[in-house]
């Protein structure tokens, strides 16, 4: 078959992909919204239910993960690695350890603040995750590679 590649792709097709991932991107801010007070009411009863401590944190696992994916598929990869963090530390914490309870709260206030300030990146984004770091590194590092 002859021809190039540019004669096989149709520019008013790509124009309609590119506004309708446009407008999922705008539609997933509502929804990471969403995601973000429900991981902020799951770790309240993660706080005050010791007995349904494996649960809260699996269901933290599963929100934070779902933030971890759609965020970077919408282009806020400071949510995605703050959320990735934070399945790791779900996913690790002994369900009767109480030494993962602040960084775990930190991470879900944070995650919380920057997706209500709509802080996606830029220059504060490595700030920031230093600083998350600083409390959680020491239960984290174990040569692992981030939780997919």
């Given at each position: 078959?002859?021809?190039?590649?540019?004669?096989?792709?149709?520019?008013?097709?790509?124009?309609?992909?590119?506004?309708?991932?446009?407008s999922l991107a705008e539609a997933y801010v509502v929804w990471a919204k969403a995601?973000?007070?429900?991981?902020?009411?799951?770790?309240?009863?993660?706080?005050?239910?010791?007995?349904?401590?494996?649960h809260h944190l699996s269901e933290i696992f599963r929100i934070a993960h779902d933030i971890k994916g759609q965020a970077a598929t919408f282009g806020f990869p400071l949510w995605s690695d703050i959320a990735n963090r934070l399945c790791r530390l779900a996913k690790k914490c002994p369900a009767g350890d109480e030494?993962?309870?602040?960084?775990?709260?930190?991470?879900?206030?944070?995650?919380d603040r920057v997706i209500a300030a709509g802080l996606g990146g830029g220059r504060e984004a490595p700030?920031?995750?230093?600083?998350?770091?600083?409390?959680?590194?020491?239960?984290?590092?174990d040569g692992a590679s981030p939780i997919d």
């Open positions: 078959m002859g021809g190039n590649a540019d004669s096989l792709v149709d520019a008013d097709a790509v124009a309609r992909a590119e506004a309708a991932v446009s995601d973000a007070a429900r991981l902020v009411a799951c770790h309240e009863r993660l706080r005050s239910d010791p007995h349904g401590r494996r030494c993962w309870s602040e960084p775990i709260a930190a991470h879900v206030a944070v995650l700030l920031i995750l230093a600083e998350l770091d600083k409390g959680s590194s020491h239960l984290l590092h």
